[in-house]
């Protein structure tokens, strides 16, 4: 019963998240980059939200990547702790959706970003929190935090005796999560490389779901499960 309480918490705070990022790029238009982009189903939502002539998807996992090409998405093949083989000053918009926290380089990752905006250009960058009231709590419980049990290619959920997913097969080293963000550790991050932060969106509220969470989160992104910083390229 916990175990289906905590995945319908996880599912509501996922499609609010993903709706935030739609929000906030509401009608920018010209160019998007998905720094990303997976399969191309979430890539393709924000690009008809946001009115994007050209949907570009840098993505590393050739065929996720095919799957998106499947979608009309430029597909471009990239690991995202390097230089990424695009243009300077091409896009008018970039998201980056549950990626930082999986890089070993994110001086790199946000310099590229940077490069590739054009001036006044829109960054949505979007990844658990470490704030969010269930990481607060298991740390207090010297628990492994929520977002940071994905750590080994061993076993899930280490550290956390209540994590979704503990004793399933481990987490490729790819897609285990090396930090974890607090809002003001992001937006300092993102000021450090020219990003100037514009908004902050909270996505999914603990233990709550539906109308609840997304009225918590909105009130108070600072403790919700997902956050979304909206920046935008100093001129």
């Not at 935030?20 to 008809?48: P, Q």
């Not at 750590?151 to 005796?161: F, K």
């Not at 100037?196 to 989160?217: I, K, Q, T, W």
């Amino acid at each position: 019963m916990l175990s289906a309480m905590a995945e319908r918490v996880w599912e509501t705070a996922t499609e609010r998240n993903q709706e935030n990022i739609r929000e906030l790029v509401r009608g920018v238009g010209g160019t998007l980059v998905d720094f990303g982009c997976g399969d191309g189903v979430i890539t393709s939502s924000v690009a008809a939200a946001g009115g994007f002539q050209r949907t570009i998807g840098l993505e590393i996992d050739e065929e996720v990547g095919r799957m998106a090409a499947g979608r009309g998405i430029e597909v471009v093949s990239s690991d995202l702790n390097e230089g990424v083989p695009l243009p300077d000053a091409c896009a008018e918009a970039i998201v980056a959706n549950q990626i930082i926290e999986h890089l070993c380089d994110t001086d790199t990752f946000l310099e590229e970003i940077r490069r590739v905006l054009k001036p006044g250009g829109f960054v949505a960058l979007s990844t658990e929190n470490i704030s969010s009231w269930h990481n607060v709590l298991a740390a207090v419980l010297g628990w492994q935090t929520f977002s940071l049990t994905n750590i080994s290619a061993l076993s899930s959920g280490v550290g956390n005796p209540v994590a979704l997913h503990r004793g399933e097969a481990g987490t490729d080293v790819f897609m285990q999560h090396l930090r974890i963000f607090a809002p003001r550790g992001l937006k300092e991050l993102a000021a450090l490389h020219g990003l100037e932060p514009v908004a902050l969106r909270g996505g999914g509220y603990f233990p709550f779901h539906g109308r609840l969470s997304d009225a918590l989160s909105q009130a108070d992104p600072i403790h919700s499960i997902f956050i979304v910083l909206l920046a935008r390229k100093s001129r």
